[in-house]
């Protein structure tokens, strides 16, 4: 089982962030450039 944080590390560097709600992982985003 991959950790969350290789996940958000590997989501990360291809553009998406992780979506947490009440401290659980709901899902991943991708990240909007302002």
């Given at each position: 089982?991959?950790?969350v944080?290789?996940?958000?590390?590997?989501?990360?560097?291809?553009?998406?962030?992780?979506?947490?709600?009440?401290?659980?992982?709901?899902?991943?985003?991708?990240k909007?450039?302002?």
């Amino acid at each position: 089982m991959i950790s969350v944080e290789t996940l958000e590390r590997l989501y990360g560097e291809a553009g998406l962030v992780a979506v947490c709600r009440d401290g659980k992982f709901v899902r991943f985003e991708k990240k909007l450039d302002k």
